[in-house]
């Protein structure tokens, strides 16, 4: 190879390509399965957060300030409510990574932003019930006056309309990501599939039954185990 054909190679390689007598750095792929991981990790922490029901403040306040106030309430709500959303934040983020190159990418996209979104937006409703809750728990049972009147101030149209948003971005979200998942390719048109009617089904137990929502979380995360066994090897 001439000079001048050694400079032309130079200039025109690829920019992310190794050079001669280098070896290519596999990291960030490597990195974006594993945060696709997740997203089944997410869904069973999901589940486990909501396999019991606090009581209905309106009915029955002293019951209702007995739960708020115990440790697996406290526990269940900084790590399992508000870790899990964060850590599916980062796996759906990786999956937008891997679907953005794939079939039905358009809804990949918007459904993921979706979601994220509706992970930011549901975060103030979830520090109030952590942060909030336990106090007000307290001062019941404290015998201070008047806290029935504070925590329905904090549980007022505000914040019922916070907590719709979400619960709207987030059943949007799920459904069209899972409608992206179904479009990438047909080996994910089960998982994807069900992905999105276990979202559904979440927000439908969250009225109906305890039961159904934490099984539909549980089946979120089989769907999402099985997208994050698959997605990484049909793009490689």
Known sequence: MSTRDSVDHRITRHPGA?????????????LLRATVWLLPLYGV????STLTQQPDFRED??????????????????????????????????????LVRMRGRNASLLGGAFTLAANVTSASVFGAATFAQPAIGRAYLGGVEEVESINADV?????????????????????LLGVGVMRSHRTLR???????????????????STPIQAGSAFLMALATAAVAYKVPRLDS
């Open 155 to 175: 549980y007022g149209s505000t914040l019922d309309a916070v907590a719709g948003t979400g619960i709207l971005l987030f059943l949007l979200g799920g459904i």
């Open 61 to 98: 306040f002293p019951a209702y300030a007995r739960y708020i106030t115990t440790d697996s309430f406290l526990a269940s709500h900084l790590y399992l409510t508000i870790g899990g959303a964060a850590l599916g934040s980062i796996g759906v983020a990786g999956l937008m990574a891997f």
């Open 190 to 208: 089960g998982p994807g599939l069900l992905y999105a009617a276990a979202f559904a089904g979440f927000l439908a137990g969250g009225v109906l």
């Open 18 to 30: 190794p050079a001669q007598g280098e070896t290519a750095v596999d990291t960030p792929p490597r």
């Open 45 to 48: 922490m999901l589940g486990l």
